[in-house]
Structures are given as structure tokens and as C-alpha cells.
């Protein structure tokens, strides 16, 4: 969006015009709950926060330095609803029994192929992400999800540049030999059973 339409938008929305905080909303949605779902790798949770960081940010509009991007400053509070709802969290249990208990037992259509592919990759992604440090996980969320630059991610997190192209590098390195392990591992097991 550009930044001027955006700035029109929040001024509008600060004033109480609905119709512009939810083009406001429309506009950052996907991209916030991207980020957030790949931080925490829950759905639910990415929905909440998400849905807490708007609130928030409609109701304190008027505490928005229009010096800075807006998506900036939106992320940065979703960033930090993360952090505390992370804080709180108990134990969770995410077996196929709890989960199924009170669902819907009629059977579910069987998977295709595609299915079965996307969501072995999605998972092997995600469980590449969930095995990175935080601060690695974030700079290639920010740079690779959201295309942010590394001058933005720098500013966002308040750390030298030099110091997010290390996380980033060192993030990317990682993430490709889980990956290549993670499909190695699942190649022998593949062999075994053959």
C-alpha cells in the first residue's frame, strides 16, 4: 500500500471512520498472520494475536509517529503479544485422541497426493523454523515472508545490520541441513520398508 493512501487511511480510521480501519486491516491481515503463524506455528494462536494486535492498534492509532511505516509498528505489537502469550502458555498436549475428542467422527475424505506433499513440506519447513533461535526464526521471516529489507529488520529489532545478516545466514544454513536431514532420514526409512 502506498504510504500515503496509508496515512489518509489511518487518519480516517483515528477519526472513527470504519470503512478505513477495515481497509486497513484488509491490507495487513495476510501478511501479519503469515508472519505470526510462522513464529508460533499455531494457528489458533496467530488468529488471536493477530485479531489482539489490531484491536490494539485501532484503539491507540493516535500513538502513530507517521515518520515510520505502519507495518513496522503494527508487527512490533504483534511481536510483543506473541512474546507474552508465549510467557503464559501450559502445557499442550496435540495428540490425534485429545484432539479428536468432541470432533466431528464422520470420515474424512481421503487425501490426494498434492495433499499429502504440501503438507509434508509445510511441516518440514515448519519444523526447520520451530528448531532455529528466535531471533533467527524472526530475520528470515521478516526478510524472506514479508520481503523486508535488512535495513528494516535492523531498525524492527534494534540491532546492527551486520548482526541480521549473520541470523540470516546462519538461519538459512541451518534450516537447509534440517531439511536435507529431515529427507535423507525419511528416504531411509522409505528404503527399510521396501
Not at 34 to 60: C, N, T
Not at 85 to 95: E, G, I, R
Not at 125 to 148: C, G, K, P, T, Y
Request: glycine share 4%.
Amino acid at each position: 500500500m502506498v504510504r500515503s493512501l496509508e496515512r489518509k487511511l489511518i487518519e480516517k480510521a483515528a477519526a472513527g471512520d470504519k470503512a478505513a480501519a477495515a481497509k486497513l486491516i484488509k491490507a495487513h491481515q495476510g501478511s501479519l498472520y503469515a508472519y505470526i503463524l510462522r513464529m508460533s506455528g499455531k494457528p489458533e494462536m496467530a488468529e488471536d494475536i493477530v485479531q489482539d494486535a489490531f484491536v490494539r492498534v485501532l484503539m491507540h492509532l493516535d500513538r502513530f509517529d507517521p515518520r515510520f511505516r505502519f507495518s513496522t509498528w503494527l508487527f512490533t505489537i504483534a511481536k510483543r503479544l506473541y512474546l507474552n502469550a508465549n510467557q503464559k502458555l501450559k502445557p499442550h498436549y496435540d495428540s490425534e485422541i485429545v484432539s479428536s475428542w468432541g470432533a466431528d467422527t464422520s470420515a474424512p475424505s481421503a487425501p490426494t497426493i498434492q495433499d499429502e506433499v504440501d503438507v509434508n513440506a509445510r511441516g518440514c519447513i515448519q519444523s526447520a523454523l520451530d528448531a532455529l533461535s528466535d531471533e533467527q526464526r524472526e530475520v528470515i521471516l521478516l526478510f524472506h515472508q514479508q520481503n523486508w529489507s535488512i535495513n528494516a529488520i535492523a531498525k524492527h529489532l534494534e540491532m546492527p545490520e551486520g548482526t541480521v545478516k549473520s541470523h540470516l545466514h546462519r538461519g538459512r544454513q541451518r534450516m537447509r541441513r534440517l531439511i536435507s536431514d529431515d529427507q535423507t532420514q525419511k528416504q531411509h526409512v522409505s528404503e527399510v520398508w521396501s
